[in-house]
């Protein structure tokens, strides 16, 4: 089931600087999306979201983007700080009943 | 802030046995999902339960698990006969018709 990928495991970047995270799906019937933030022996905990009818969408220092024609979904995050080091998910709402997770990526930001 | 709770927030039982995971979610929500992450892995949906029964299941949730929500708050997530392959950290959350769903802190089950 590789309905939702993110193909980068690990990312490290810069304290200051840019994260950006990206997440690609297949389904194109998919029309919620989410990012969660984990970190070890803790649960998900919701960052952001945005369904399929806008392009972006912005919380403080965190966007997501969705490209509904490439199937594409991207996390930026400006700027980087050492506490966002963790692991990133994208997760769909898959119909009402069930979110499906990415295989996550592993964030670390640099002081 | 509402949250979703978990106990015990560890667990260790022996092959075979019966686990109950418990959790209580967040009071207004009507839907509730067990999610599990064996380590290092990605987060794969077990279940999820809406106006007491089961909505959807994925092929993990075999007949050795059931889940449950004996009464107003409480939801539970019994594993019959564990396995080795049953370790891992699973995750209740909840959430409401549309939205995102809410993650409690996990249990850590381990299997011996």
């Known amino acids: 089931d590789q309905q939702v990928k993110q193909n980068s495991p690990s990312l490290s970047v810069q304290e200051g600087r840019i994260s950006i995270l990206n997440c690609d799906y297949t389904?194109?019937?998919?029309?919620?999306f989410l990012w969660y933030k984990k970190y070890p022996a803790e649960g998900p905990t919701f960052l952001i979201s945005?369904?399929?009818?806008?392009d972006k969408n912005e919380d403080g220092r965190f966007t997501v983007f969705l490209n509904k024609s490439a199937k594409h979904l991207s996390l930026h995050i400006v700027p980087s700080q050492p506490g966002d080091s963790a692991v990133y998910f994208c997760?769909?709402?898959?119909?009402?009943?069930?979110?499906?997770f990415g295989t996550g990526t592993r964030l670390k930001v640099l002081a | 802030e509402p949250e979703v709770t978990q106990t015990p927030s560890h667990q260790v039982t022996q092959m075979g046995q019966e686990v109950i995971l418990r959790c209580v979610p967040i009071?207004?929500?009507?839907?509730f999902y067990w999610y599990r992450q064996i380590l290092g892995q990605k987060v794969e949906f077990l279940v999820s339960?809406?106006?007491?029964?089961?909505?959807?299941k994925s092929e993990i949730f075999d007949d050795q698990f059931s889940v449950e929500r004996p009464d107003g708050s409480n939801f539970t997530l019994k594993i019959r006969s564990t396995k080795l392959e049953d370790s891992a950290m699973y995750f209740c959350?909840?959430?409401?018709?549309?939205?995102?769903?809410?993650f409690g802190q996990g249990t850590r089950l381990t299997v011996v």
């Open positions: 959350a909840s959430s409401e018709m549309t939205g995102e769903a809410f």
């Open positions: 389904n194109s019937m998919f029309d919620y």
């Open positions: 945005i369904s399929s009818i806008k």
């Open positions: 997760a769909i709402q898959s119909g009402t009943y069930k979110y499906i």
């Open positions: 009071s207004n929500h009507l839907y």
């Open positions: 339960f809406y106006n007491n029964e089961i909505s959807e």
